[in-house]
């Protein structure tokens, strides 16, 4: 039914501004846009130090030929880089070998005078330590595994180990079993560089706590020379005589220097 009103959809309405989208604010000159940003801008390339590829090349050629695939500087560089791993230690290395004379010398020193080195920490004290302590162990085992009469060599490598780089006289007392297997390695003594202390009373009777039945001395020269001085004869031939008397044999008495060795056995003196 018409009832006069009539709708018309299809005539345009005006929507009131004020809901009305508003309108996108003007650009002004200054307001550039950002140019976007690379992959190469947003990851950093990460670079190494270049002596993580060098101390890589060490450690394969320590693993393939062993100590001898290095020369000192390098494997004591490979020792301390475990311990110190920022920072490029192959010139500290070498700085401390030319300080100490040699390898050997770096690793028997005290960690007071390993201290006085420039640039050497107390991880870098401790690694070296270390070294020193698996390698007497290591020549200890070894002397203990063959009678030590059969295995000469071993002996003089192990007393070389234990105490040819020492800077003052020891003097050890080696305890063997009636095979002649090593019971103890013991320090009677220390010394000054030239002179040792020795009470033959002393030596029988730590032999016998040990239920030893023969004995073996071996005390080292600093000076470098293993020749016997007349000390070294009188105080052997004491001990030999005291020994006697308690059926304790003493095999022989070992001077060790860095330049080499002498045995009283050899010599004719025992």
Not at 17 to 45: G, N, W, Y
Not at 101 to 113: H, I, Q, T
Not at 125 to 148: D, G, N, T, W
């Amino acid at each position: 039914m018409d009832d006069g009103t009539r709708v018309f959809f299809d005539q345009p309405r005006d929507i009131p501004s004020a809901i009305q989208s508003p309108a996108s604010p003007p650009v002004s000159e200054h307001d550039t846009p950002l140019p976007a940003l690379s992959a190469d801008a947003t990851t950093p390339k990460s670079t190494k130090p270049h002596y993580h590829g060098h101390r890589q090349r060490l450690r394969d050629r320590f693993i393939k030929g062993g100590a001898t695939a290095l020369a000192d500087y390098e494997l004591l560089e490979l020792m301390l880089c475990m311990a110190m791993p920022r920072g490029d230690v192959k010139p500290l290395a070498k700085s401390l070998i030319a300080q100490f004379g040699s390898f050997a010398n770096v690793l028997s020193a005290r960690p007071e005078d390993l201290h006085k080195a420039k640039g050497l920490g107390e991880a870098g004290i401790a690694a070296i330590k270390i070294a020193e302590a698996s390698a007497q162990h290591l020549s200890r085992e070894r002397a203990m595994e063959l009678p030590v009469i059969a295995s000469w060599e071993q002996l003089i490598d192990y007393c070389r180990v234990r105490i040819g780089h020492l800077k003052n006289e020891e003097l050890h007392l080696l305890f063997l079993d009636r095979k002649n297997r090593l019971i103890a390695d013991e320090c009677h003594q220390r010394g000054t560089v030239d002179h040792t202390p020795v009470y033959p009373r002393e030596v029988i009777k730590r032999a016998l706590e040990l239920h030893a039945s023969a004995i073996i001395l071996v005390h080292n020269h600093p000076s470098g020379d293993a020749t016997p001085s007349r000390g070294d004869i009188e105080m052997t031939r004491k001990i030999v005589e005291a020994a006697k008397a308690m059926d304790i044999a003493v095999h022989d008495h070992i001077i060790i220097s860095q330049a080499g060795y002498n045995s009283f056995k050899t010599l004719g003196l025992i």
